[in-house]
Every structure is written in structure tokens, then in C-alpha cells.
């Protein structure tokens, strides 16, 4: 992710705005890094340091200068690093410490003292040659982390990662981002809003009107009291999602420079040709295979599909089921909350109790310790409480429940 002072903005009339790339400034990004993609990957197995080195000789003209080091910043967050992880490089520059301080008081006068002699010593009681140890002693140094792997990317998919990391730079420094999004299936929004709870950021959600979207409000880092730098780059890790929806604009509230001047941000866009779209989660599309298996053998008079419905109550919340069961043209509705919390299951509750218009099943893990029970049995929903996989006999007893 890219920092502010990485980001090609400037301000206007009391707007931040990004700079459009211009003339030949986007094919020079890409030659730029493309150049940069092919020397990392020749890096992996020498150090963070070496790379750099080979990054610096790339040349890149002054007035570009900001986005080449912002590619090299992407760059280096894709690289995979370590440490030797059978020798600790402190326990090691201990050890010739201590063995250079004894050899200095046991020689008989100063120029008698051998480092190499000192080097042989404490590399032979590690089972080290001389040379690897001098190697080792400083290895936890950032610039002699050794390059493990790389990410590989495409020099335009890159620089298009460039952009996308220059709205998420300028969302570290929000006080308040309106999102307004459109999206052709539930599976997007879905995606959306469940990153949305996973990030655990604050916000709002309200349809609009005509089947028009949804208007998305979130805090944010500079509107939370603390833990703001958190907070920011988890607004920032949102954004990918909010990119996904086919059409989206967002309009945000920032703090901009040394002086925190606050000014308006907006942005517009929606998903690339080609670009896929949001899938189900790897349980629910499990879950999917598996019952519509079982349908097809005749094991269940239930047959399944991926929703393709938001279900939303004004002023209480909105739900984006997973599946959609059938029988006898009887629809019940499943949400799976494996990744969520307690409080996204009472939300559920509240929900359903305000009046969901459609019967729901909702399968909670047992890590969130929720009894089947808080749902009372009047009401046209059920709660499957599992560990490890849904159970099929607990689930269409579930759906037979949510309908009767």
C-alpha cells in the first residue's frame, strides 16, 4: 500500500484531487514497471538490499519520479522476505562479542589479536564455515533480508494496482466516505458488505431508490478517538470490494498535509471487462455442491441455488443471503455467518424479528457460542449452530422449521 507522500495528488478550490495520467506518462509507468516486475523476480534468493541496488540502476525521469517510487514500493510489498531461521543473527554477533573480548585479554599485546582466528573459532562450534558466519551476523537487518518469492504481476496490472493504491492512501487520512454502489448480482454486494463487517468499520447502509444501489456511510481513521492508524488501513483494505461493484462513486471527507487541511475527495469507477466477479465463500459453495448432489440423487426434495435477493428493512439493516432452497415452490432463504461475530447474529435476530420478509436460515459456527434457541420458534427463521461443516440432517430440519 502506498503512503501519502507517494500519492500524485494536488488540491484545488478546496478539493484533493489524483492527477490523470496524461500523454505518454501511463506507457512510460508501464515500461517503468515492467522493467522493475523482471529484476525482482531475478532477485528472489538474494537479499532486500541487492534488490534495491538493481531497482536504483532502472533509470526513471524527474517528473515521474513519484511513481516510480511508488512502483517500487508495490514492488517490495510483494516480495516475500526472511531470516535464516536456523541461526539467530543476535545470538550469533553475541557469541563473537564474547570471543573477541576474551581473545583481546588473553593477547599478549594488541596487535596480536586475530579476528580470523576469532571467526574460525565460533564458526566451527556452530558448524559454520568463516565466511557464512560473517554472512549471518547481520542477516536481520532489513536490507539483508533474503527475498524468499516474489508476487508476480504484469507491469499494467501493476500500474493499475498504482491507482487503486493511491485511493486507499488517501482513505488513511477520511474523516467520513460516501459510497454509492450498483452491482448486476447479490453475490457483489454480498462480497461488499461482508468485507465491510469483517474489517469491523463503522458504517451504514440504505437502499437506493428504484433498485438504484446502496448508499454505503463509514467513519472514518480520523473520526475514530483511537487506534486510527488501524482503523485506516482497514478502510483501505475495503476498497478492493467497493471496486468490484460494477458501478461505484465515492465521495470522502480527508485531512490532507502537515497541516490536516480537510478537503473533499471523490472517485469514480466500476469493474474491468474481464475482471471476475465475487464468489461464493469456499463453505457456502461446499455446501452448495454438496446439497445440489444430493438433490440430483434424490436424497432431499430440497433443491438449491446461489441468491440472487438483498432482503432490507429500512432503519434496521440489510442481509444478503448466500443460498436459496426449494420445495414445492416453497422459498427459504440461508446466510452463513462463519466469519462474523456475536453481534452480526443478534443483528440477524433483530432482523428477523422486525419483520424479514422472507423465511431465513442462518448457520452460525459454535465458536460464537449462540444457542438455536435465541430465535423463537414462532417466527418464520431458524438458527443451525455447527462445528466444522453444516450438517445436512440439522439443516433440512432447519428448512422444514423456517417453513412450517
Known amino acids: 500500500m502506498l503512503t501519502a507522500d507517494l500519492v500524485r495528488a494536488y488540491r484545488r478550490q478546496g478539493e484533493l484531487r489524483i492527477r490523470a495520467w496524461k500523454g505518454e506518462a501511463r506507457p512510460n509507468a508501464e515500461r517503468i514497471a515492467r522493467r522493475y516486475v523482471t529484476i525482482a523476480a531475478a532477485h528472489v534468493g538474494k537479499t532486500r538490499g541487492e534488490l534495491k541496488e538493481a531497482l536504483d540502476d532502472v533509470p526513471v525521469p524527474s517528473r515521474e519520479r513519484k511513481v516510480g517510487d511508488g512502483l517500487r514500493k508495490l514492488i517490495l510489498d510483494r516480495c516475500e522476505v526472511g531470516v535464516d531461521a536456523e541461526h539467530d543473527p543476535a545470538a550469533l554477533r553475541k557469541a563473537v562479542f564474547e570471543a573477541a ?14 579476528r580470523d582466528a576469532v571467526l574460525t573459532g565460533v564458526a566451527a562450534s556452530h558448524g559454520l564455515a568463516p565466511d557464512e558466519l560473517e554472512r549471518l551476523l547481520y542477516a536481520d537487518l532489513k536490507q539483508n533480508h533474503r527475498i524468499e518469492g516474489f508476487d508476480a504481476i504484469e507491469g499494467e496490472a501493476l500500474v493499475d494496482l ?8 488517501v482513505l488513511l487520512r477520511a474523516e467520513k466516505v460516501v459510497v454509492q454502489v450498483a452491482c448486476k448480482t447479490a453475490a457483489t454486494y454480498r462480497y461488499l458488505f461482508r468485507k465491510l463487517k469483517f474489517l469491523r468499520l463503522l458504517h451504514r447502509i440504505e437502499p437506493l431508490p428504484d433498485d438504484g444501489g446502496y448508499r454505503i456511510e463509514i467513519d472514518g481513521p480520523f473520526s475514530v478517538i483511537s487506534s486510527s492508524t488501524k482503523y485506516g488501513l482497514q478502510l ?14 465515492l465521495e470522502a471527507e480527508v485531512r490532507w498535509g502537515k497541516a490536516r487541511d480537510r478537503l473533499r475527495f471523490q472517485a469514480v ?37 446461489p441468491a440472487n435477493k438483498i432482503l432490507s428493512l429500512p432503519g434496521v439493516g440489510v442481509c444478503v443471503p448466500d443460498l436459496v432452497f426449494t420445495k414445492d415452490g416453497a422459498e427459504v432463504y440461508l446466510e452463513a455467518l462463519g466469519y462474523w461475530s456475536r453481534d452480526a447474529v443478534w443483528k440477524r435476530v433483530e432482523l428477523v424479528e ?6 431465513m436460515v442462518f448457520a452460525v459456527p459454535s465458536r460464537l457460542r449462540v444457542s438455536e434457541e435465541v430465535l423463537p420458534e414462532d417466527l418464520p427463521a431458524a438458527l443451525v449452530v455447527y462445528k466444522g461443516v453444516i450438517p445436512v440432517g440439522k439443516l433440512e430440519a432447519a428448512l422444514e422449521s423456517a417453513t412450517s
Open 101 to 114: 573480548a576474551q581473545a583481546r585479554r588473553e593477547a599478549p599485546h594488541l596487535g596480536a589479536f586475530d
Open 162 to 169: 498504482y491507482d487503486e493504491s493511491q485511493v486507499q492512501a
Open 236 to 249: 483501505a483494505l475495503a476498497f478492493p470490494a467497493i471496486r468490484a461493484c460494477d458501478a461505484w462513486s
Open 269 to 305: 469507477g466500476g469493474r474491468k471487462e474481464g475482471e471476475r466477479e465475487a464468489a461464493l465463500p469456499d463453505d457456502v459453495q461446499k455446501l452448495l455442491e454438496k446439497h445440489a448432489e444430493r438433490f440430483d440423487k434424490g436424497s432431499t426434495s430440497w433443491s438449491v441455488a
Open 354 to 359: 422486525a419483520g424479514l420478509p422472507v423465511p
